[in-house]
T-cell receptor
Framework: DAGVIQSPRHEVTEMGQEVTLRCKPI?????LFWYRQTMMRGLELLIY????????DSGMPEDRFSAKMPNASFSTLKIQPSEPRDSAVYFC????????????FGPGTRLTVL | GENVEQHPSTLSVQEGDSAVIKCTYS??????FPWYKQELGKRPQLIID?????GEKKDQRIAVTLNKTAKHFSLHITETQPEDSAVYFC????????????FGKGTHLIIQP
């Protein structure tokens, strides 16, 4: 298996632009998580899905952030409009079921908002 | 919600010595405690984990201990090697793979040759 796949790996955009980050979880995994990593705040959970349904989005910073999972093999995290403080590495992770524990992380997307 | 504190933020040890990283958590309902290693520019990777029904777990040079009463858990690395240099994160969650992880702020482990 290729593991969790994220695209793009790097994104540089201007303030005010829309940004879309993409994630393909490991095949067969029921849970998908979006995390954000910054030097100041560390690794933070933004939102997670179970069987394509959002379960907890309390970590989403504000209405500019939205996430979808239209099917079991694809999720997007969108920021509109983007701001410089959104600059971070965004990780997607997936896990098999509630009875197994390991969350496998993707390579991350490094977002820079100028 | 859960809060995880991790210490120290930086740890420098001589190659071959042991390293210990400590974490405390606030939610007594938390029952799963993974440790992740992150090398510069790479993704976090699970190195060991423990569930609350176990007090200690070992995997070669790595061990994790859990004290549920005190709500703290620790990572122990023995016979440290240069490739152990990285940032280590502890985390806690109630639901294991079915719940989001709350991470500590990380420990930068430096192995001195």
């Amino acid at each position: 298996d290729a593991g969790v796949i994220q695209s793009p790996r790097h994104e540089v955009t201007e303030m005010g632009q829309e940004v879309t980050l993409r994630c393909k979880p490991i095949s067969g995994h029921d849970y998908l998580f979006w995390y954000r990593q910054t030097m100041m705040r560390g690794l933070e959970l933004l939102i997670y899905f179970n069987n394509n349904v959002p379960i907890d989005d309390s970590g989403m910073p504000e209405d500019r952030f939205s996430a979808k999972m239209p099917n079991a093999s694809f999720s997007t995290l969108k920021i509109q409009p983007s701001e410089p403080r959104d600059s971070a590495v965004y990780f997607c992770a997936s896990s098999l079921t509630e009875s197994t524990d390991t969350q496998y992380f993707g390579p991350g997307t490094r977002l820079t908002v100028l | 919600g859960e809060n995880v504190e991790q210490h120290p933020s930086t740890l420098s040890v001589q190659e071959g010595d042991s390293a210990v990283i400590k974490c405390t958590y606030s939610d007594s309902a938390s029952n799963y405690f993974p440790w992740y290693k992150q090398e510069l520019g790479k993704r976090p990777q699970l190195i060991i984990d423990i569930r609350s029904n176990v007090g200690e777990k070992k995997d070669q040079r790595i061990a994790v201990t859990l004290n549920k009463t005190a709500k703290h858990f620790s990572l122990h690395i023995t016979e440290t090697q240069p490739e152990d240099s990285a940032v280590y994160f502890c985390a806690a969650t109630v639901g294991g793979g079915a719940d989001g992880l709350t991470f500590g702020k990380g420990t930068h482990l430096i192995i001195q040759p």
